[in-house]
């Protein structure tokens, strides 16, 4: 593999169609690591209405407290770096192929 390859992608490369993409990979990472309380605050909810507010408060403070710890930067981070290790697999396959390619039409 060539040095140019292993470089990372830069940040600034990122479109805002992937910073999009990033944003939803966080958040889905977030409600699945939080799913069992997340469950547990849809239960305390099913059937109420006006007593939402006190009688689930311990767990929407249980909810607010995981999906905090999990929406932090660190994380963010690590979604992000998976996401442009993947764009980087993606764009040296490209690469690849359109090398494979190019030898073709100059073969024939």
Request: aromatic share 6%; with cysteine; proline share 4%.
């Amino acid at each position: 593999m060539r040095e140019v390859d292993r470089r990372p992608v830069p940040l600034w490369m990122l479109s805002p169609k992937d910073e999009g993409e990033i944003n939803n990979r966080h958040g889905k990472f977030a409600r699945e690591k939080c799913k069992d309380i997340l469950t547990a605050f849809t239960e305390c909810n099913r059937g109420r209405l006006l007593s939402t507010g006190w009688a689930c408060r311990k767990q929407k403070d249980d909810m607010m407290e995981c999906m905090l710890h999990y929406m932090q930067p660190e994380f963010r981070e690590q979604i992000a770096n998976e996401f442009l290790e993947e764009k980087k697999q993606l764009v040296l396959k490209a690469r690849q192929e359109n090398a494979e390619l190019q030898k073709r039409a100059q073969g024939i």
